[in-house]
T-cell receptor, first 115, second 112 residues
Framework: SQTIHQWPATLVQPVGSPLSLECTVE??????LYWYRQAAGRGLQLLFY??????ISSEVPQNLSASRPQDRQFILSSKKLLLSDSGFYLC??????????????FGQGTRLTVV | SQQGEEDPQALSIQEGENATMNCSYK?????LQWYRQNSGRGLVHLIL?????REKHSGRLRVTLDTSKKSSSLLITASRAADTASYFC????????????FGAGTTVTVRA
């Protein structure tokens, strides 16, 4: 069966420090991968998605970047965190290709607090 | 930008009552999906309805889709305290089936 791992679960970082959040998927290959951010009590904002190794689509200009160095690994990074980067970050995967009518599977999220 | 917008933002009902929430979206879609999120956790998929479907059922869930109005509704029948959660609709646009965009969600509280 497929599983998705996201870590760490919580993170407190000072303003100006770097960030690296990692997400890995097991049990499937060549998935679509997604990073979302959720502000407190709000909906999910799509930040990045990737359809393959090295292929990153950015939805919102911001202080963050994403990379996909391996098929089932998706990394969210920042060189210098801002207070506004605080939030709940969620990684997800979906099957791709002709099977467009597929659901997403989410990790448990990382709660980032920038202080 | 968020594709779907849910209404109402919050809903409080008594156990045993039905809960209905609506989702409106802006562009044509391949499918629309509903998810549930318990506080501080990841999202769990509930049900998917394709653009050529009008209604779908799964247990106590009923979803409708009106592509002419670009809207969907989620009905939870005979609600239970365990249904307390936030519910989100998400859309896969026809123009890009790789994207999955979420709305702002409806927070449902079921009182025992």
């Amino acid at each position: 069966s497929q599983t998705i791992h996201q870590w760490p679960a919580t993170l407190v970082q000072p303003v100006g420090s770097p960030l690296s959040l990692e997400c890995t998927v097991e049990g499937t290959s060549n998935p679509n991968l997604y990073w979302y951010r959720q502000a407190a009590g709000r909906g999910l904002q799509l930040l990045f998605y990737s359809v393959g190794i090295g292929q990153i689509s950015s939805e919102v200009p911001q202080n963050l970047s994403a990379s996909r160095p391996q098929d089932r690994q998706f990394i969210l990074s920042s060189k210098k965190l801002l207070l506004s980067d605080s939030g709940f970050y969620l990684c997800a995967w979906r099957l791709k290709g002709s099977r467009v009518n597929t659901e997403a599977f989410f990790g448990q999220g990382t709660r980032l607090t920038v202080v | 930008s968020q594709q779907g917008e849910e209404d109402p933002q919050a809903l409080s009902i008594q156990e045993g009552e039905n809960a209905t929430m609506n989702c409106s979206y802006k562009t044509s879609i391949n499918n629309l999906q509903w998810y549930r999120q318990n506080s501080g956790r990841g999202l769990v998929h509930l049900i998917l309805i394709r653009s050529n479907e009008r209604e779908k059922h799964s247990g106590r869930l009923r979803v409708t889709l009106d592509t002419s109005k670009k809207s969907s509704s989620l009905l939870i029948t005979a609600s239970r305290a365990a249904d307390t959660a936030s519910y989100f609709c998400a859309t896969v646009p026809s123009s890009n089936d790789y994207k999955l965009s979420f709305g702002a969600g409806t927070t449902v509280t079921v009182r025992a």
